[in-house]
């Protein structure tokens, strides 16, 4: 599966962006989908994650009640919606795929990864 995610940007701490990840040659919807981000100088780190079988939703305790993860089953597509973003959610982002969400939030365990899309939350 290649993925691909897009939707980042710049925005003002507070603000809110919408990623998105897409797959090329294949479908989404049997798979666990699950964001990373890396900052600089810092370790890739896992944000949330979606199962494919029930929808089960997993997040990080940096983004409970901020970001949420979804599916959009008509576009084929995850969405991780960010909302009150922080100076400290700067990074890019990554979508990755695997089996289950077992694994998560251990990035090498994650099979297939997209390129990734940068975030920068600044004033």
């Known amino acids: 599966v290649q993925l691909q995610a897009s939707g980042g940007g710049l925005v003002q701490p507070g603000g809110s962006l919408r990623l998105s990840c897409a797959a090329s040659?294949?479908?989404?919807?049997?798979?666990?989908i699950a964001w990373f981000r890396q900052a600089p100088g810092k370790e890739r780190e896992g944000v949330s994650c979606?199962?494919?079988?029930?929808?089960?939703?997993y997040y990080a305790d940096s983004v409970k009640g901020r970001f949420t993860i979804a599916r959009d089953n008509i576009e084929d597509t995850v969405i991780l919606q960010m909302n009150s973003l922080k100076p400290e959610d700067t990074a890019v982002y990554y979508c990755?795929?695997?089996?289950?969400?077992?694994?998560?939030?251990?990035?090498?365990?994650?099979?297939?990864w997209g390129q990734g899309t940068q975030v920068t939350v600044s004033s």
């Open positions: 979606i199962q494919g079988s029930n929808g089960r939703t």
């Open positions: 990755a795929t695997d089996p289950l969400c077992d694994s998560w939030p251990n990035a090498p365990s994650f099979a297939s």
């Open positions: 040659g294949s479908i989404l919807a049997p798979y666990a």
